[in-house]
């Protein structure tokens, strides 16, 4: 299950420690690194917080602890994001891998 993107709302743990994670966002870029990550996440249960915000990638998740809400549309929500993240890790342009996105996600209009 940690080889394809989980669904958002999914509670996970990461590295060494016990903190509890859940996912809120796919494919957030780092402005530090420039690295693209799999996920955003936010220390649960608090919430929401700028300097708590966590990126992380499927590979630093320990444990799943609880999985989040799936639909017909979330799914090939997450399918239309593994092939952004896919063509952004090969080499396309930010803009290249956009437009690629942007045309696999008219299903949401």
């Known amino acids: 299950m940690k080889n394809k993107l989980l669904s958002l709302g999914t509670v996970v743990?990461?590295?060494?420690?016990?903190t509890m994670i859940m996912i809120d966002g796919y494919a957030i870029r780092?402005?530090?690194d420039g690295k693209i990550y799999d996920?955003?996440?936010?220390?649960?249960?608090?919430?929401?917080?700028?300097?708590?915000?966590?990126?992380?990638n499927r590979g630093?998740?320990?444990d799943i602890l609880f999985v989040g809400f799936e639909t017909k549309s979330s799914k090939k929500y997450m399918k239309a994001i593994e092939?952004?993240?896919?063509?952004?890790?090969?080499g396309k342009t930010m803009e290249e891998a956009s437009?690629?996105?942007a045309q696999n996600i008219k299903f949401l209009d």
């Not at 743990?13 to 016990?18: C, E, S």
């Not at 996920?39 to 992380?56: D, Q, R």
């Open 13 to 18: 743990t990461t590295g060494n420690d016990n």
């Open 30 to 32: 780092n402005d530090t």
């Open 39 to 56: 996920y955003s996440g936010v220390v649960f249960p608090i919430g929401m917080n700028t300097k708590e915000l966590k990126l992380f």
């Open 60 to 62: 630093d998740i320990r």
């Open 83 to 90: 092939g952004f993240i896919s063509n952004i890790r090969a």
């Open 99 to 101: 437009k690629i996105l």
